[in-house]
């Protein structure tokens, strides 16, 4: 069976060179935050070509800092699309804001920038946009109604190391960026982590002291923090995986770009991806008009497929009381209703690849 993912592959071509960093970092005991753990921050900000990045325990983290370090709080709205993973809603919500769902686009799956402004009201004060499966979203677009209403823009990059809007990195385009380094994203830890980008020093500072407790010096406090710091052996792997995130990310190019112009089977719907972007292809999401029949269809033929993501957020049991009902974003819940994941990851064959591309263009509805 070709799975959907198998990070057993990476592991295995590079087993020595972890376990040699792991190592380093038990010889030392600098477990929690500590020598590699900021070692892997400067890194991360090079690689993201912007001045700070601060390492968290995962990515929901990330966004909650993020929310924080911009006074975001108890009476405020912050606009989230409704087709994401839940946790970009969850940032916003930890901090006692509301989040206000938007609907995505039919083409690009991302945020509808022209369903932005209509959910805009006098509480609300930022916009988090998500370059969901390693697509960037419309950046300008959304940054030009930011700016028309006095509002913080921040990235959701969870899925998106190293992709590009108009030749820039993601995660230095808004206020913040956050990013996740849960296992199977492009750059993954070996269990938790994430990291906050910016380019303003208040941030950064506002974010380290959060995730530390609230305190710049141990023992003393200065708001109520959180124990977000990354451990120090997510630091150390990180570094090692980061050096490899260029060729990893060249060759999910290389297969997605393979899909997108083999896969011709008129009943396999894939995401869009403008001109002005370079995506990273974290997750090669199509639609069809059943999913469940595709999946045990690619099954028998030896080819996991799973979905992402079944029921988009405001549609999600969690946000019942937001008053949400079906077909308030249509393009979403029409995406949730028909969404299959097909494999793709950097270690995958090309030999594999061909068979993902021959199954796909041989699929019937009714087989």
Known sequence: MLKRIDLGRDYKKHEQEYLAAIRRVCEQTAFSGGEFADRFDEEFAEFCQVPYASGVNN???????????????????????????????????????????????????????????????????????????????????????????????????????????????????????????????????????????????????????????????????????????????????????????????????????????????????????PENTEPVFHLFEIKTPDPDHFIAYMAKRGIECNRHYPVPCHLQKAYADLGYQEGDCPNAEDLARHCVTLPLFPEMTDEEAGMVIEACNAYQEME
Request: aromatic letters at 12%; a neutral charge.
């Open 59 to 273: 990515g929901t983290s990330a966004l909650h800092c993020a929310m924080m370090a911009l006074g975001i709080g108890a009476g405020d709205e912050v606009i989230v699309p409704a087709n994401t993973y839940i946790a970009t809603a969850w940032g916003v919500t930890y901090t006692g804001a509301v989040p206000v769902f938007v609907d995505c686009t039919p083409d690009t799956w991302e945020i509808d920038p022209d369903r932005i402004e209509e959910k805009i009201t006098g509480r609300t004060k930022a916009i988090i946009g998500v370059h969901l499966y390693g697509q960037p979203f419309a950046f300008n677009r959304v940054k030009e109604i930011a700016d028309k209403y006095n509002l913080y823009v921040v990235e959701d990059c969870a899925q998106a190391h190293g992709a590009k809007y108009e030749g820039r990195l993601v995660g230095g385009l808004g206020e913040l960026g956050c990013f996740s380094f849960y296992p199977g994203k492009n750059l993954y830890a070996f269990g938790e982590g994430g990291s906050v980008t910016c380019r303003k020093k208040e941030y950064f500072d506002a974010v380290t002291t959060f995730k530390n407790q609230g305190n710049k010096v141990r023992y003393y406090h200065d708001v109520v923090g959180y124990n977000y710091r990354l451990e120090g052996i997510q630091g150390a792997v990180l570094s090692v995986s980061l050096k490899y995130l260029p060729q990893w990310t060249e060759r999910r190019k290389t297969i997605g770009r393979r899909y997108l112009e083999e896969i011709t089977n008129p009943r396999i719907t894939m995401q869009a991806h």
